[in-house]
């Protein structure tokens, strides 16, 4: 199947400033990336949409301007996370798709500790 | 709305089947998907069905019926492995993955 990597796995940062995460489609061309935030116990709730390209497509009640998304690649997303707080906290999951797929592939995800 | 409806928890002793139960309301459908979920990981794919009926794949087998909104995973044989979130997940018309809150199953010796 298609791999999905995303670094770093783990960070930890204080409170105030920026972390930036990034996930690569190894072995396909992916056309779209969607960025999740899971908190414990929670469901997976999708924050974005990007195409190559062009601009990410946010859910409501994402800020856009905090939660910083470049798909400037098909193969290369990146998540940016601005002036984090503690309850930035959690668990951020990238997924990717290719062109014509329903599938979405995952990244093993990336643990966000903010003191 | 877009709705999913999956039990909170379930239990199951190893060597058993169990069967996860998923209802769904979705604005237009293009499937269903379930993924796998271990503690602290990402999740991982089970089964796709588009059509009506059981998909089988090993263990892990998969039904879907359409006019009623309604899908199961029937995991047999069950392992201590097998303990993790399954995820059902429906296709919107937008082709966006819709996500409940999953079903933790706990596996017993």
């Known amino acids: 199947g298609a791999v999905v990597s995303q670094h770093p796995s783990r960070v930890i940062c204080k409170s105030g400033t920026s972390v930036k995460i990034e996930c690569r489609s190894l072995d396909f061309q992916a056309t779209t990336m969607f960025w999740y935030r899971q908190f414990p116990k929670q469901s997976l709730m999708l924050m974005a949409t990007?195409?190559?390209?062009?601009?990410?497509?946010?859910e409501q009640g994402v800020e856009k301007d905090k939660f910083l998304i470049n798909h400037a690649s098909l193969t290369l997303s990146t998540l940016t996370v601005t002036s984090a707080h503690p309850e930035d906290s959690s668990f951020y999951i990238c997924?990717?798709?290719?062109?014509?797929?329903?599938?979405?592939?995952f990244g093993p995800g990336t643990r966000l500790t903010v003191t | 709305g877009q709705n999913i409806d999956q039990p909170t928890e379930m239990t199951a002793t190893e060597g058993a089947i169990v069967q996860i139960n998923c209802t769904y309301q979705?604005?237009?459908?293009?499937?269903l998907f379930w993924y796998q979920q271990h503690a602290g990981e990402a999740p991982t794919f089970l089964s796709y069905n588009v059509l009506d009926g059981l998909e089988e794949k090993g263990r892990f087998s998969s039904f879907l019926s359409r006019s009623k909104g309604y899908s199961y995973l029937l995991l047999k044989e069950l392992q201590m492995k097998d303990s993790a979130s399954y995820l059902c997940a429906p296709l919107d018309s937008n082709y966006q993955l819709i996500w409940g809150a999953g079903t933790k199953l706990i596996i017993k010796p």
């Open positions: 979705t604005s237009g459908f293009n499937g």
């Open positions: 990007s195409n190559e390209g062009s601009k990410a497509t946010y």
């Open positions: 997924s990717a798709r290719g062109d014509q797929e329903y599938e979405q592939y």
